[in-house]
């Protein structure tokens, strides 16, 4: 059974840095961070491959936002610096046992699902 649960959001101003984190239970080859702004659809942050090497980030967040993984605590970070109003929305950990899947920036191939952690950012 796979577990997994977000941490870290919060409210800031504009140019501000959150980090969050990820605690995961159970098979989570490979991870990934999405995000949903209200009334968007939910979007790719960043996405990793099985061992914690980063596979992709979204245009929106490079130069900003490093995401990293944590193998002995089975834990998934992300260090989001410089942030932007339009960086506000519930940000979701995500995790595939699947192989092929593994990197993805499509929500459809994540089998697993976080409950979310809130980032807004203020102006």
């Known amino acids: 059974q796979v577990q997994l649960q977000e941490s870290g959001g919060g409210s800031v101003q504009s140019g501000g840095s959150l980090k969050l984190s990820c605690a995961a239970s159970?098979?989570?080859?490979?991870m990934a961070w999405f995000r949903q702004a209200p009334g968007k659809e939910r979007e790719g942050v960043t996405t990793m491959y099985r061992g914690g090497g980063s596979a992709w980030s979204s245009n929106s967040v490079k130069g900003r936002f490093t995401s990293s993984q944590d193998n002995a605590k089975n834990t998934l970070y992300l260090q989001m610096n410089s942030l932007k109003p339009e960086d506000t929305g519930m940000y979701y950990c995500?995790?595939?046992?699947?192989?092929?899947?593994?990197?993805?920036?499509?929500?459809?191939?994540?089998?697993?699902w976080g409950q979310g952690t809130q980032v807004t950012v203020s102006s």
């Open positions: 159970g098979d989570t080859r490979c």
């Open positions: 995500a995790a595939t046992a699947l192989l092929r899947a593994c990197g993805s920036r499509s929500a459809t191939e994540y089998e697993h």
